[in-house]
């Protein structure tokens, strides 16, 4: 569905024709108490007809007028639309986890959350290889290993499917985030508007990509 041009970033018309949704985005899906009291406060004040948790950890708030929709955008406390960062809780919460990522995500929510790319990215970061944020099905994903990051690009789960190809392991978080840049940088110098991931990487190769990126084969 397409977006007006006057509405906030991750606002849509419904299917109603009349009435709007947003999706409001916490970093990695994280909240406090404050963050839930002010949302409370705000569904409440703006009497919304329904809010729902979404797959990408963020929260849809449903039916609501041009107007209200966009005062509650303005009042939020986190962004709407832009790119998101799904996270595992990591190794400060879950006992498998063998990678902070929680800690990646954060960085690369600061980073990455805005910025204009050709088409809209996902990014999935998994403390461990039970890979709960499905790093293997975003645009970029990082997977925690006990000797560092496996980082694959190219994932999608929408209307045709595609598993992510591994780029590279055993990244530090530094050489995890100057891959992460490169990729994004040689993705944004080279695509054309409104082709995913997916299909850039398809279409390229990641042997071809490996070798623009400047790593061993």
Not at 77 to 105: E, I, N
Not at 113 to 120: D, E, F, L, Q
Request: some cysteine.
């Amino acid at each position: 569905m397409s977006q007006e041009k006057d509405l906030p970033a991750g606002v849509f018309l419904q299917r109603d024709g009349k009435t709007f949704a947003a999706r409001i985005t916490p970093p990695s899906g994280k909240l406090s108490a404050r963050d839930l009291e002010k949302m409370a406060e705000l569904v409440r004040a703006y009497e919304v007809p329904m809010v729902k948790l979404t797959s990408g950890q963020r929260i849809g708030f449903y039916g609501l007028s041009r107007e209200k929709i966009h005062a509650l955008c303005d009042a939020m406390p986190f962004r709407s639309g832009g790119h998101y960062v799904q996270a595992c809780p990591g190794t400060d919460w879950c006992k498998f986890a063998k990678q902070d990522a929680m800690g990646l995500a954060q960085i690369l929510e600061e980073k990455y959350g805005s910025i204009p790319t050709p088409a809209k990215i996902k990014l999935g970061i998994s403390g461990c290889t039970f890979s709960c944020a499905e790093s293997r099905l975003r645009d970029i994903g990082f997977i925690g290993t006990p000797t560092g990051w496996r980082m694959f690009v190219g994932g999608n789960s929408g209307m045709k499917p595609r598993i992510g190809d591994e780029l590279a392991k055993e990244l530090s978080i530094q050489k995890a985030l100057e891959l992460c840049q490169k990729f994004l940088d040689l993705y944004c110098e080279t695509a054309p508007a409104q082709k995913r991931t997916s299909r850039f990487v398809e279409k390229m190769g990641i042997q071809t990509i490996k070798e623009k990126l400047g790593l061993q084969l």
